[in-house]
């Protein structure tokens, strides 16, 4: 019998096939987006998947300024972050950040369904989140992604 025909084959750096993504937020709901988005940025979709190797897709998300959120989020969802002094607990309301910086609400939402390693910084690197329909990946050629029929 052939014992070589039924090993598991694990993938590394070098056999690892990355390709680049193009995701459209408009109208997507952010936690379902960013759940697949962090799929995709993990590799769990490929069949060669490596839980601690970076075997997943460069992801480039357009229009992050379009996304929906379900519920009373825009009233009540906020962001806390701190300062390292005392009493420096700063929050800011979704629509703040909407505002100002309305992909970094993606980033952040893609970033903590990311695991919370050295891998996980890896895989945040691949994830770029523009606001509008330009993005600067022409050159790599992105191939787009419908997420309503992904799993």
């Not at 996304?67 to 906020?78: A, F, H, P, Q």
């Not at 300062?83 to 100002?100: C, F, I, N, W």
Request: hydrophobic share 30%.
């Amino acid at each position: 019998m052939d014992t070589l025909s039924y090993k598991t084959v694990s993938a590394n750096r070098t056999t690892v096939d990355k390709q680049w993504v193009l995701v459209d937020a408009e109208g997507e709901t952010l936690g379902r987006l960013a759940s697949k988005v962090a799929k995709i940025l993990r590799g769990k979709h490929k069949t060669n998947y490596t839980p601690h190797v970076d075997c997943g897709d460069n992801v480039v998300i357009i229009n992050a300024e379009k996304i929906t959120l379900s519920g009373n989020k825009w009233d009540t969802k906020s962001y806390s972050r701190y300062t390292e002094y005392p009493g420096g607990q700063r929050h800011t309301s979704v629509k703040d950040m909407l505002a100002k910086t309305p992909e970094r609400i993606v980033e952040k939402a893609v970033k903590g369904m990311l695991p919370k390693t050295r891998l996980g910084a890896e895989l945040f690197r691949n994830l770029k989140v523009n606001v509008g329909p330009n993005h600067g990946q022409e050159a790599q050629k992105p191939t787009v992604i419908n997420l309503n029929e992904f799993k």
